[in-house]
């Protein structure tokens, strides 16, 4: 986060963030009462259950039940009161946050990127099994028009094993912040930048890249930093370095930098996609801690700066090419 | 013993068209992107005409700067023209469109022109297009030479007779990115 953001944001929590999660407060402690009533419940179920399987009298097992019905009706309460708790937050704090990076920027809490939008950039091709998402933001940024939102992908993965048991595992594909911008240079082809996998020992990581099929030609690039990085494939040579300008690759340098994490790019239709992973649930409240502490929405706030600032980081709002906003 | 031979044989010859045809390939990719910097340059020259039209309506003092860019284009549209020369041409068009397009500053009314704000554009555009096509042929050079100077491909090249290729150097100003404040304010 930069100084000046830094500033204006620490602005924005004291005035606004604030008495918003602090009226929240006793929404949260709500939600918090309901699951400690639950877990409660369930606990004190447990007795019952071991003194049925010592005696098997069925009116122990009555005893039993009752304690865990109400346990898991309490956590069923406990869900929705977390929901309503969870709605309430972005409704005031997100969507602050994201007015205060953009005011042309709208936050749709409960939509995500579409499967169809996902399947057009083409960076992950397994098959789709499990998708979700929330968390959309949409909006023009000077004049490019950009989305992300949070998406996870998850592949259904069937196994068998020595015993001729079956294992289903879900292997996720990408989970983390997807990003749609309208790039600012007419192409017509595909160019899909992925993480390097080249710098392996021997140069065999190198052979390894040139037989990946499926998306056109390997092409090498002229800035050895970059190459380090990433590794670039296209169906067209001179309209893959026409997008990958020479500013571009040090500007791409430069935002794997500052992102520090494996990036993917895919430069279609006029588009680009980016996909940025990220291990956990952005954007959503923690009942068990006090809501007030800002170190979790500075976080927040942070993923939000970085992923708005592909545009300038990446130059996207030049348009000297002839293509219009 | 002589299946094992024939298996041996066999194997240098399947090496031996391999080596071949990844020198071809290679050698044929380097003709693919001249090809391609030249279908660029073309697209280029259609537009120029229009361009100089439009700025002369306006520009006063730099007639002379654009009737030698018209001269240029005249001379560099020439198909005989070998490479080299008609690379340097290149290059003196585009230093010249560069002063131009510094220029049109001074010209608030041209530089409000809807049809001149077009083709500046389409300039642009064609301008980072030929960058990249002068980039792929230069990586299609590197790979090509490569191929000839790296064993075992250098033994085959030397058989068919290939030379290395020269890389078309770009102009130091050119390397420089293409930015707003360059080409909008002097």
Known sequence: MSMQSKAEFLKLYQSQLMPALRSLEPARKEALTAFLTALFFVLASIPGFIAFSRIENPVVLLIALVPLGIGIYGFFRYNQKKKDYAAVFKERVIRQMVKLIDPNLDYYPEHLISKVEYKEADIFRNPIDRYSGDDLVE??????????????????????????????????????????????????????????????????GKLFEKWTTGRGDLVELENPEFEKLFTVYGTDQVEARYILSTSLMERLVNFRRKANTRLHLSFIHSKLYLALPVNKNLFEPNVFSSGVKSGYLKEYFSYLELVTGIIDDLNLNLRIWGKGP | MIMALIGIIIFIILIIVLLYNSLVAKKNAVGNAFGSIDAM?????DLLPNLVETVKQYMNYERDTLTKVTELRSKAVDPKLPPDQKIQLENQINTAMRGIMVQVENYPDLKANQNFMQLQGSWNEIEEQISAARRAYNAAVNSYNNACEQFPTNIMAGMMNYQLKTYIEIPEEERKNISARDLFNS
């Open chain 1, 139 to 204: 909006g023009a940024l000077g004049v490019t028009r950009c989305r992300f939102s949070e998406l996870e992908h998850q592949e259904k993965k069937e196994s068998v094993d020595s015993k001729g048991r079956r294992h289903t595992n879900w292997v996720t594909i990408f989970k983390g912040i997807f990003f749609v911008a309208d790039f600012n240079k007419h192409f017509s082809g595909r160019t899909y930048v992925f993480p390097d996998a080249g710098s392996s020992f021997l140069g065999v």
């Open chain 2, 41 to 45: 340059l073309k697209k280029r020259y």
